[in-house]
């Protein structure tokens, strides 16, 4: 941010935000003095698709739709207005061997500026803009975003965090791992919820004394899941003006159910599923259940919010920290 500019001046801007996950490549536009959005939209780039986990790099297609997905981003941010442009890169620009590749190309193509965070902040940002979605409940609770490349937690006790950290297990990741039967065997699913118990052995550990009933789930798949709930029992609604969904346990299973013993044809054919999640949805349902039986989850919901409204709020509160793109 611009030393000259007033806080007063950057609350009064219209600020884009584009989040380069490891599926998807999102904006936002943002109305700063209003709060009003003046733009949401998201395109698949699947970074990490066809990638040798054991020696990531990010392939020269992914790459293309990478710089493609960018520049489409950076024409609907000026389009909508955006007086400053700010990039964020998680999972797999921070841990692909060339990620450095597509942060300088994003930087002398495009003229945008990556700045790529590491899984703590990852997490930070999470938890502020789920705070800005949902009404914490006093009992403790957990936080979960289902990335492609990484799965944040952040446990709440008070209403506050006192633990977060970001695991490699993202659906992509997790699918590209194991590579899966479609649908999904019985044993696959025992291999996943085994290695989950392995690598998710502190979070098991630190949550053990607070034993959480309340699990918040933020991002795509979550979004889908409660999409999917509304549109086959409609017995429940997604209220555009609410910024957060709480799922009925039983239609929840049901769902989840549903997608484990499906092919991706009749996943895809599904009412609410959004078509680009329609493969990795198995591995968002495997790590879900996991949490549900691992904690005893009594109340699972849904927040619209998630990093790129916790990118809002540090803005608002330290802007100096991140470094804009020029328009």
Not at 236 to 248: C, H, Q, V
Request: glycine share 6%; charged share 25%; aromatic share 6%.
């Amino acid at each position: 941010m611009d030393p000259q500019r007033t806080t007063q001046e950057r609350l009064n801007m219209k600020i884009a935000i584009i989040d380069c996950g490891t599926n998807t490549f999102n904006l936002l536009v943002r109305d700063q003095e209003s709060q009003r959005l003046l733009h949401n939209s998201k395109i698949a780039v699947r970074l990490a698709e066809g990638a040798d986990l054991d020696n990531f790099a990010i392939g020269e297609p992914a790459l293309n739709r990478a710089l493609e997905a960018l520049a489409e981003h950076k024409k609907n941010a000026v389009k909508e207005g955006a007086e400053l442009v700010y990039a964020v890169a998680t999972a797999a620009v921070r841990t692909a061997k060339n990620g450095k590749e597509l942060v300088q190309r994003a930087e002398s193509e495009l003229g945008i500026h990556i700045n790529v965070i590491d899984g703590n902040t990852e997490a930070q940002l999470i938890y502020e803009g789920v705070k800005q979605g949902i009404q914490f409940k006093e009992a403790p609770s957990l936080i979960m975003d289902i990335g492609g490349g990484s799965t944040e937690f952040i446990l709440l006790r008070d209403q506050k965090p006192v633990w977060q950290k970001s695991y490699p297990i993202g659906s992509s990741v997790m699918h590209g791992r194991f590579r899966p039967n479609d649908p999904i065997h019985k044993d696959e699913i025992e291999a996943i919820d085994n290695y989950l118990e392995e690598v998710l052995e502190e979070l098991t550990a630190v949550c053990k004394g607070d034993n959480p009933r309340v699990l918040i789930g933020s991002s795509g798949s979550f979004d889908t899941l409660a999409q999917m709930c509304v549109d086959n029992f409609q017995t429940s609604r997604l209220d555009p003006d609410e910024t957060s969904y709480t799922f009925s346990m039983h239609e929840y299973m049901q769902i989840a159910d549903r997608m484990l013993k499906s092919t991706f044809e009749e996943r895809l054919n599904t009412p609410g599923m959004i078509p680009m999640r329609a493969d990795m949805i198995v591995m968002a349902c495997i790590e879900i259940n996991f949490i549900i039986k691992r904690f005893g989850i009594r109340l699972l919901q849904q927040c619209n919010f998630a990093l790129k409204e916790g990118l809002f709020y540090s803005l608002e509160k330290d802007a100096h920290k991140w470094q804009k793109s020029s328009l």
